[in-house]
């Protein structure tokens, strides 16, 4: 039985309010196989040197979309994505992209800080 996935994705205005989550909720975390947009990914990593993340590419460079495909054939089981509602991005389409895959594939994706907490609560029993 593979162990679940769960991603890992913040915008940089958000990078340290993941940081600080996933450091609150490393014991959780460190259950699952971790997958990260690459910022992110060495962002939580510098903080949580144990936990097991595959980084992927910069959401900007493609990372939302890889992290979507990975959607897309079942790999994911839960997505934390702390967005920043409040600027302007120029991978935005990328970002709704994954969104709407989440929706469509059932997928748990927690866009803020209280959602999160809800959905590491019961994935990471
Ligand atoms: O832009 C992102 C998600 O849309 C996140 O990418 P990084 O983690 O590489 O900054």
Redesign the pocket.
């Known amino acids: 039985m593979h162990r679940p996935n769960i991603a890992l994705?913040?915008?940089?205005l958000k990078k340290s309010d993941l940081v600080d989550w996933a450091a609150s909720h490393e014991d959780k975390l460190a259950r699952f196989d971790i997958v990260?947009?690459?910022?992110?990914g060495t962002r939580v990593l510098e903080r949580c040197p144990s936990l097991p993340i595959t980084r992927l590419k910069?959401?900007?460079l493609g990372?939302?979309q890889q992290i979507g495909a990975l959607v897309a054939e079942g790999r994911i089981q839960g997505i934390i994505f702390f967005i920043d509602p409040l600027t302007s991005l120029p991978?935005d389409v990328?970002?709704k992209a994954l969104i709407r895959l989440a929706a469509v594939y059932d997928i748990p994706i927690a866009l803020n800080l209280a959602t999160a907490e809800l959905v590491i609560e019961k994935l990471g029993h």
Not at 36 to 40: F, P, Q, S
């Open positions: 994705i913040a915008h940089d990260a947009t690459g910022t992110t910069s959401g900007p990372g939302d991978h990328d970002v």
